[in-house]
């Protein structure tokens, strides 16, 4: 069964510093991937998606993620974080066909972003 | 825009007392999700349909029913809410497939109080 590992279930950065929020996965063959972002009372948007075309994938509001197979991993990243970027962030692994690619999503990183 | 829809946003019942919560949608999506997702956690998927089919997790309590009367619409049935189902609600959609797309998105959710 497929499953997902966030590392750190909290990440604090100063405004305009990195954003790093770490993915790991668990599939034996290609898998699809995405982060989700959610903002306190509202829903799931999806920040960007993997489905094995380009690596590198660029997302929305500046984010970025690498998939890397060797690694089993599937990184979120952002070159300078922003106030507004304060939320809760889940990386998702998206099971086979025969289950209608059901989400099976990480246990979520809760980013700070300090003034 | 084509949307995910849920009304109420905030719905407040009482204990025993049956609900509903439904979801719409404008995006012709194939696949309707309900996710129930309590504090600081991930969402938990309780079932899908793919068109008309539905597909019950294996851990969903019997006290949650659904109903898809077409394409557009879906609907959660609590019939006997407990103070254990308080928790936020997610709808959310997909076209169910890889060449379709299998990601999903998601509504704003509705925020299910049990009194």
């Known amino acids: 069964a497929q499953s997902v590992t966030q590392l750190g279930s909290h990440v604090s950065v100063s405004e305009g510093a990195l954003v790093l929020l770490r993915c790991n996965y668990s599939s034996s063959v290609p898998p699809y991937l995405f982060w989700y972002v959610q903002y306190p009372n509202q829903g799931l948007q999806l920040l960007l998606k993997?489905?094995?075309?380009?690596?590198l994938v660029k997302g929305i509001n500046g984010f970025e993620a690498e998939f890397k197979k060797s690694e089993t991993s599937f990184h979120l990243t952002k070159p300078s974080a922003h106030m507004s970027d304060a939320a809760e962030y889940f990386c998702a692994v998206s099971d086979g066909p025969d289950s209608s690619y059901k989400l099976i999503f990480g246990s979520g990183t809760r980013l700070l972003v300090r003034p | 825009d084509a949307m995910v829809i849920q009304n109420p946003r905030y719905q407040v019942t009482q204990f025993g007392k049956p609900v509903t919560l439904s979801c719409s949608q404008t995006l012709n999506h194939n696949v309707m999700y309900w996710y129930q997702q309590k504090s600081s956690q991930a969402p938990k998927l309780l079932f899908h349909y793919y068109d008309k089919d539905f597909n019950n997790e294996a851990d969903t309590p019997d006290n949650f029913q659904s109903r898809r009367p077409n394409t557009s619409f879906c609907f959660l049935d609590i019939r006997s809410p407990g103070l254990g189902d308080a928790a936020m609600y997610l709808c959310?959609?997909?076209?169910?497939?890889?060449?379709?797309?299998?990601?999903?998105?998601f509504g704003p959710g509705t925020r299910l109080t049990v009194t």
């Open positions: 959310a959609t997909s076209r169910g497939g890889p060449v379709q797309g299998p990601e999903q998105y």
């Open positions: 993997y489905t094995s075309a380009a690596t």
